[in-house]
């Protein structure tokens, strides 16, 4: 199985500020990443798919970067409905795998 | 709007089967490009791929899982469904069911089941 490893695994951050997270996957998955939101007691929701491209619907202030082993979601403007916890998630190989998580909280 | 939604017992047994069904609304099962998946979450914890199947019942299992999980699609119904035999107080989770996108991506989701295995 290809383990994706997150980091970090919590970040604080005030409303304005610029939150990078990066994921990091055991072995190469070219573009093959998606990145997820997921609020408490919510189901997660897809924000970037194929490493950098912005589902439908997602404020453009979130953005995708990456290829290989390694990859960056960024927050270029912490906003208030932000603060939640952001998975990765491979789709290279089966099975699926997802990072561990990072939880975005207020500073 | 396509909506998914988990349905099923919240309790089981240790050693006994669960079952859940998941209804598709506002689109078809039988959506070419889609598979259709179910995604486990333990309490506090991350997120388990369990798998995934198209229309035609190919379906792609988790290994760590495959011997105790199978999947079905009942396309008259728009529905698909997940049996997990031998379930441990380990399979204790909030189970979500998810359309995949060309068996890549999951999106959207459902509101997820709960299910606790217990005595």
């Known amino acids: 199985d290809i383990q994706m490893t997150q980091s970090p695994s919590s970040v604080s951050g005030s409303v304005g500020d610029r939150v990078t997270i990066t994921c990091r996957a055991s072995?190469?998955?070219?573009?093959?990443l998606a990145w997820y939101q997921q609020k408490p007691g919510k189901a997660p929701k897809l924000l970037i798919y194929?490493?950098?491209s912005l589902q439908s619907g997602v404020p453009s202030r979130f953005s995708g970067s990456g290829s290989g082993t390694d990859f960056t979601l960024t927050i270029s403007s912490l906003q208030p409905e932000d603060f939640a916890t952001y998975y990765c998630?491979?789709?290279?190989?089966?099975?699926?795998?997802f990072g561990q998580g990072t939880k975005v909280e207020i500073k | 709007q396509l909506q998914l939604q988990e349905s099923g017992p919240g309790l089981v047994k240790p050693s006994e089967t669960l079952s859940l069904t998941c209804t598709v609304s506002?689109?078809?099962?039988?959506?070419?490009?889609?598979?259709w998946a179910w995604i486990r979450q333990p309490p506090g914890k991350g997120l388990e791929w369990i798998g995934s199947?198209?229309?035609?019942?190919?379906?792609y299992y988790n290994p760590s899982l495959k011997s105790r999980v199978s999947m079905f699609v009942e396309t008259s119904k728009n529905q698909f469904s997940l049996k997990l035999t031998s379930v441990t107080a380990a399979d204790t989770a909030l189970y979500y069911c998810?359309?995949?996108?060309?068996?890549?991506?999951?999106?959207?989701w459902g509101q997820g089941a709960l299910v606790t295995v217990s005595s």
């Open positions: 998810a359309r995949s996108i060309a068996s890549f991506w999951f999106d959207p």
């Open positions: 506002g689109g078809s099962i039988r959506s070419s490009s889609y598979y």
């Open positions: 199947i198209y229309y035609n019942e190919n379906t």
């Open positions: 072995q190469g998955i070219s573009s093959w």
């Open positions: 194929a490493a950098s």
């Open positions: 998630q491979q789709a290279n190989n089966f099975p699926r795998t």
